[in-house]
C-alpha cells in the first residue's frame, strides 16, 4: 500500500493549482491519500473539483471533514466567530476498499468523548477514518496542528487531544500522518527539541509534552515513526525536511504495519510543504 500524506497548503487556492496538485497526485499513485488544508469554497466549488480529480485518479471512496469546518465558520460565538475555519481534511482511496468515517458530525465528536477531555476549537483538524482492506482493518488519522505562533495554545490542545484519545483507547492498528507543526529540530542522536522551550513558563512544560508525546511517545502502543524507521538519525544521505528547514510531516504507524520505504518527494510542486511517501507492506492474513 502506497501512503501519501501532503499538506496542500489552502492559502492560495485556485481550480489551476489544484490540477497541479492533482497532477502531482497522479504521479505519486497512492492506496492511500490523506490531504490537509483543503479548502472548501471560494469563487468555484473547490472540494468537488477536488472530488472529481481524485475520483478520475481512481481515488474515489472519499472522506472529509469540510463539512464541520463550514459548520463551525458560520457560527457567530466566541471563540469560532474569531476563528476562520475555511478548510479541512480529505482522505481518499480507491473505490475497491472502504472507508468509513469514525464522527460524521460535531455532535457525535462531543457525544462520544468528555468534552473537557478534548478540548480543541478545532475538530475539524482531525479527520479519522478506518480502512477495510482485502486482509487488514487500519484506524486512520488525519492530523494537523494549527501553527502555534498564530493560535498558540491550539496547537497544543489538538496533539493533546490526539494523544489522549488514541491512549485511551489502547492498542490497534493504526496510521497516523499529517503536518503537526513539530518539532523545532531534531539531534543527530534523536533528540528532539520542542517550540515549548522558548514558551513562557506557565506553558513550557505542558506544549513541550504535548509535542514529545506525540512525536516520541506512542511506543507504548506499538507506533513507531515510518521515516526514522527506515533512514535513523544522524547524517542522512536523503532530504529529511518537509517544509524549509523543519520536519513538521510525519507518518506514525502500528509496528504491524512493515514500512518498505518512507521519504518525502521533493521533486515536485505544489505546496510549500513536501509530500510525505511511504511505501507499506499489508499484513496477508485475514
Known amino acids: 500500500m502506497r501512503v501519501v500524506s501532503w499538506n496542500v497548503d489552502q492559502s492560495a487556492n485556485s481550480n489551476g493549482r489544484i490540477d497541479r496538485q492533482l497532477e502531482t497526485i497522479g504521479i505519486l499513485d497512492p492506496d492511500l491519500l490523506l490531504l490537509q488544508e483543503v479548502r472548501y469554497s471560494g469563487a468555484n466549488d473547490w ?153 513562557a513558563p506557565t506553558i513550557r512544560d505542558r506544549w513541550v509534552a504535548a509535542e514529545r508525546n506525540i512525536l516520541q511517545g506512542l511506543g507504548h502502543l506499538g507506533i513507531v515513526d515510518a521515516f526514522r524507521s527506515q533512514h535513523g538519525y544522524g547524517e542522512l544521505d536523503v532530504p529529511d525536511t518537509s517544509w524549509r528547514d523543519k520536519r513538521f510531516d510525519h507518518l506514525l504507524v502500528s509496528e504491524e504495519l512493515l514500512v518498505v520505504d518512507c521519504w518525502y518527494d521533493h521533486s515536485v510542486e505544489g505546496s510549500d510543504h513536501a509530500p510525505l511517501v511511504a511505501d507499506i507492506e499489508l499484513s496477508n492474513e485475514s
Do not use: M
Request: proline content about 5%; some cysteine; charged content about 25%.
Open 47 to 199: 472540494l468537488q473539483h477536488w472530488r472529481d480529480g481524485l475520483e478520475a485518479l481512481g481515488l474515489s471512496t472519499i472522506e472529509h471533514s469540510c463539512d464541520w469546518a463550514a459548520e463551525l465558520n458560520e457560527a457567530t460565538y466566541p471563540p469560532h466567530s474569531d476563528i476562520d475555519h475555511n478548510n479541512g481534511h480529505l482522505t481518499a482511496t480507491s473505490g475497491a476498499w472502504a472507508l468509513e468515517r469514525v464522527e460524521h458530525t460535531i455532535r457525535d465528536y462531543a457525544d462520544r468523548h468528555d468534552w473537557t477531555h478534548y478540548p480543541t476549537h478545532f475538530p475539524e483538524k482531525l479527520l479519522v477514518t478506518e480502512l477495510e482492506t482485502p486482509n487488514q482493518g487500519i484506524e486512520v488519522w488525519n492530523v494537523r496542528a494549527v501553527p502555534g505562533s498564530e493560535y498558540g495554545e491550539e496547537k497544543i490542545k489538538i496533539l493533546e487531544t490526539v494523544y489522549k484519545r488514541l491512549t485511551t483507547a489502547g492498542r490497534r492498528t493504526r496510521l497516523l500522518a499529517g503536518d503537526f507543526n513539530a518539532p523545532k529540530d531534531e539531534l543527530p542522536d534523536g533528540q528532539l527539541l520542542s517550540f515549548g522551550h522558548d514558551k
